[in-house]
């Protein structure tokens, strides 16, 4: 069954340095998402991502996110300037189509910032 | 801004008995559902998703139901298995598609 990948599993940075986070989304899915669960919480959105455009981004998406395509498999979130604060697990997740179509989610990059 | 809540953080069952794990939004606009299964170390897992014109769904060994007028959402899992020991999440759509999550139910079989 196809399945979205994410590298690395584990991301050790240290405070203020840019990380990077990748994921590669189901090769027939057309959207493409993050969020983040840090430890004992919810899942919350970050943003939705079509066309080479950014579709919606949540209050916690600052300038300090980004989020790209770079080729035809691979989407990618960076993080210029981490804080401690950013410190959570890291989900992608993607989706055939827009409206009321299952996200389908990596197993997560932990990122730990020291 | 919407919520989505839990009503029981901890479910612990019996296997092989049926398990129940609700969830309440208060978006009344949403028109989509989904339940998700994390396992420890794992991402959300997709289980069973509901559109808003429809009150019951099945798939194997899962039923969801969907009261819209009290904005509440339910799982049940037939005959539970020590295999479905996890973190249960709803989730509901929301601007944008993007998916607001409950807080999460841990579920835990005993043999």
């Known amino acids: 069954e196809p399945e979205v990948t994410q590298t690395p599993s584990h991301q050790v940075t240290q405070m203020g340095q840019e990380v990077i986070l990748r994921c590669v989304p189901i090769?027939?899915?057309?959207?493409f998402y993050w969020y983040r669960q840090i430890l004992g919480q919810k899942v919350e959105f970050l943003v939705s991502f079509y066309n080479n455009e950014i579709s919606e981004k949540s209050e916690i998406f600052d300038d300090q996110f980004s989020v790209e395509r770079p080729d035809g498999s691979n989407f990618t979130l960076k993080i210029r300037s981490t804080k401690l604060e950013d410190s959570a697990m890291y989900f992608c997740?993607?989706?055939?189509?827009?409206?009321?179509?299952?996200?389908?989610f990596g197993d997560g990059t932990r990122l730990s910032i020291l | 801004g919407e919520s989505v809540g839990l009503h029981l953080p901890t479910l612990s069952v019996q296997e092989g008995d049926n398990s129940i794990i609700n969830c309440a939004y208060s978006n009344s606009a949403s028109d989509y559902f989904i339940w998700y299964k994390q396992e420890s170390g794992k991402g959300p897992q997709f289980i069973i998703d509901i559109r808003s014109n429809m009150d019951k769904r099945q798939g194997q060994r899962v039923t969801v139901l969907l009261n819209k007028t009290v904005k509440h959402l339910s799982l049940q899992i037939a005959a539970t298995q020590p295999g479905d020991s996890a973190v249960y999440f709803c989730a509901v759509n929301s601007k944008g598609n993007k998916l607001v999550f409950g807080a999460g139910t841990i579920l835990r079989v005993k043999s």
């Open positions: 090769s027939n899915h057309l959207y």
């Open positions: 997740a993607s989706s055939e189509w827009f409206s009321n179509q299952p996200q389908h």
